[in-house]
């Protein structure tokens, strides 16, 4: 705009353009950007392209498929015509994509003087652009470069906010970087206002049909906010005792309503609520409350399903409750059951992926489907060649859905799982190469997620895991040294974890675990940690699990009970079987 005002007719903060094999990166940007907030002292103040808001709202982002005519249709039009600016998510395939180029084309012939920004998701500039942005002559627009290596997506959506804003980019890094400083510190402080905010809004009665539906909608919102932004933080610092007390007061406001009356998304939210209490009652080694909250997730996200077969959202709550379930079974070693369940989730990934085959959402889930069948047939079949096979079909899922965009974080750390498990399959036929080689791609991923992430102890745990299993790999090879700096590191932190939450079983198993391994190694301890002490501590966390009827305590039985029958550990430098 020639001179920095808003225009009088618009209504738009934005229009993102993108190609629909693009969808989840527009999706994501949609949501991040009408999210923002726009620093407090800034807001009001004027900028390059007028008065600064408090926030970047609306944005339009385009739903419609373009048709056999290749005309945008009426919709699509009038968005572009009371739009400010225009983004247009650049990627081969928005180069090829007509849709793209047309509404690219109708932006600037409606609005010649209007910013239009680019956000590269994936190829290299100038290639990813739609010929459209450059047309006659023109030169390449701002972009934000989106992809790992370069912008990456913090610093590529600040980008963005500043050029929609007006305001520069060093004053929102600034505020940035104070902010996710500020997040760790305030974090105990958050979760427990974000519970008495839940609490409040359950509190209150409706008076009328309209607040009860702005109500409802402000409580919904705020479980989706427990369920996934919050609930990702908590588990970064390692407060489970949080966790549960948070689902709690979340399921608390279900209890005030009439179910039969809610509709049916807001019933597949609770449903991922159960399943987010079960998945902490695993954590904490409460099988049977888990397996009730299971239970009752698959009964609901069943009948929601049955209703709604077509529905994509629908059909992946299920596949979970299906997987929660197998996963149960396969704790407990039932393996038939397991399978059973295991199959179901396949084939509900399957439909999905027949549904949306470019979605790297879905490929996700078929990898995790992947791992759950290849660790039947590991463990529960003793078929480590199948096993590999299902693993390799896990990896390929994990690298194809790479290739559309970049591996959110948390989806980063199942791939790692993913090499774990292919590693454990070469390592039961003594295939120590090929086992060392995928334990140390696990090994990779999770280092650098540790390393850019030293507060997260979940990125923590997983990395001590990693350092654990290829000690082991390390012992196979001969290497003495490496075997000690690893399994040393693990079992450090292994002690750090378990100490900062006590609750927390699957911490207190894997530092029973490492233990075992350090008892049986040879290895000369650390200072200050006697083999008298290392036992002491072993045989407890292995009497509190099994106390807690925790299947899992099978896991270091033999270890467990040698050292209560007092086996004598191995002397420095002398190696002894492993219980």
Excluded at 136 to 162: I, S
Excluded at 557 to 569: M, N, S, T
Aim: with cysteine; glycine share 8%; proline share 6%.
């Amino acid at each position: 705009m020639g001179d920095g005002a808003r225009p009088a007719a618009s209504r738009y903060k934005a229009f993102i353009s993108y190609s629909h094999r693009d969808a989840a990166l527009g999706r994501w940007l949609h949501r991040r950007l009408e999210g923002y907030r726009l620093p407090r002292r800034l807001v009001g103040t004027e900028g390059e392209r007028g008065p600064v808001p408090a926030r970047l709202t609306p944005i339009f982002r385009d739903r419609e498929e373009l048709p056999a005519s290749g005309d945008l249709s009426e919709t699509v039009r009038a968005a572009l015509a009371v739009s400010e600016s225009l983004i247009v998510v650049c990627s081969p395939n928005a180069a090829a994509s007509p849709w793209v180029a047309e509404e690219i084309s109708t932006f600037r012939a409606l609005h010649p003087d209007r910013p239009i920004l680019a956000a590269v998701a994936a190829g290299e500039p100038p290639e990813c652009f739609p010929s459209e942005l450059t047309a006659g002559g023109r030169p390449e627009p701002l972009a934000a470069d989106l992809r790992p290596g370069h912008d990456g997506r913090r610093l590529g959506l600040l980008k963005l906010v500043a050029g929609l804003s007006g305001v520069g980019l060093d004053s929102l890094a600034q505020r940035d970087a104070q902010r996710r400083v500020r997040r760790v510190t305030y974090l105990t402080a958050a979760a427990l206002a974000a519970v008495l905010a839940m609490a409040v809004l359950t509190a209150f009665a409706f008076r009328e049909r309209q607040e009860a539906a702005r109500q409802r909608a402000d409580a919904e919102g705020m479980v989706e906010f427990m369920l996934t932004d919050l609930r990702a933080v908590l588990k970064g610092v390692g407060r489970t005792d949080v966790l549960v007390m948070v689902n709690r007061r979340a399921l608390a406001r279900y209890r005030d309503q009439d179910l039969g009356r809610l509709p049916g998304d807001s019933l597949v939210r609770r449903a991922r609520l159960l399943q987010a209490i079960g998945e902490d009652a695993l954590t904490t080694g409460q099988m049977d409350s888990a397996v009730g909250a299971f239970a009752e997730a698959r009964r609901v996200t069943g009948e929601q399903l049955a209703r709604s077969p077509d529905d994509p959202e629908r059909l992946l709550a299920h596949a979970r409750s299906e997987y929660w379930i197998g996963r149960v079974y396969e704790l407990r070693q039932d393996w038939p059951a397991a399978r059973s369940q295991y199959l179901r989730y396949a084939a509900a990934t399957d439909r999905l992926l027949q549904k949306a085959p470019a979605d790297p959402a879905y490929m996700v889930e078929a990898a995790s489907s992947a791992v759950d069948l290849g660790n039947v047939q590991l463990n529960g079949l003793g078929d480590p060649a199948a096993a590999e096979r299902q693993y390799g079909r896990a990896v390929g899922w994990y690298e194809r859905s790479a290739r559309l965009g970049p591996l959110p974080e948390e989806v980063q750390l199942s791939e790692a799982n993913a090499y774990a498990w292919l590693a454990d399959s070469f390592f039961v036929r003594a295939r120590w190469a090929e086992s060392l080689a995928a334990r140390r791609r696990q090994y990779a991923i999770v280092e650098r997620l540790a390393r850019a992430h030293p507060l997260n102890v979940e990125a923590g745990y997983r990395f001590a895991l990693a350092q654990a299993a290829i000690s082991q790999s390390m012992v196979k090879l001969g290497d003495r040294a490496g075997e000690r700096r690893e399994l040393l590191a693990a079992y450090r932190t292994a002690g750090q974890l378990a100490d900062l939450d006590p609750g927390n079983a699957e911490w207190r198993l894997f530092r029973a675990k490492t233990g075992c391994f350090l008892y049986y190694s040879g290895l000369a301890l650390p200072p200050g940690l006697s083999r008298r002490g290392l036992a002491r501590r072993i045989v407890g966390d292995g009497t509190r699990l099994a106390r807690q009827r925790n299947p899992r305590a099978a896991e270091i039985a033999r270890c467990v009970a040698a050292l209560e029958a007092g086996a004598a550990p191995a002397r420095s430098g002398e190696r002894r079987p492993r219980p």
